[in-house]
């Protein structure tokens, strides 16, 4: 099993950011390129993930998150929608995160080291919703970034509250 120290998003983002992703889908059928969705319910933003976890672990992980979740709620707001071209996001598909980001990255810091976990290398603050399941050539890749500009409004002035990290269970 795996699992994820993430942020759940509110049901009314989910199904607002449900919305511009069925968007994001047209383009991607339109191409004929296949994608594995992410149901809306599902979005969060995941700070660490764990491949197995034992029961020990589980409860030490959220005895710490107790003590660690903050009674201070930070803004969000989304930035734009990207897929991943790295080698470790390769073919994701996710909204960036613009004001909060930097709030996000300085937690994953200090949970790193108040949990001992190995820090990976870059954070990209994000929220995924899809991952294609083929190699795009670079005129796929192209043409998705260019039907991507159009969706840009919808995305911009995006804003909601985060509060507390939880330890999910990833299906």
Known sequence: MKYSLSFLLQQNICMQLGGISKEVARIFQGQEIP??????????????????LSFLHKVFLRMKLKNL??????????HRIKMGDSKRM?????????????YLR??????GKDLKIKET?????????GRVSKDLTKQE?????????????????VQFPIKTIELIEIL
């Open 141 to 157: 890749y192209s043409n998705i970034l260019k039907d991507f500009e159009s969706l840009q409004e919808s995305i911009n002035g």
């Open 90 to 102: 390769r073919g994701l598909i996710y909204f960036s995160i613009d004001e909060g980001g930097e």
């Open 106 to 111: 300085n937690l994953k810091s200090e949970l």
């Open 69 to 78: 979740s903050t009674t201070t709620t930070t803004a969000i707001s989304l």
């Open 35 to 52: 994608v594995r969705w992410i149901d809306p319910k599902n979005y969060n933003i995941s700070l660490h993930r764990y491949q197995k």
């Open 121 to 129: 290398s870059v954070f990209v603050p994000n929220i995924v919703i």
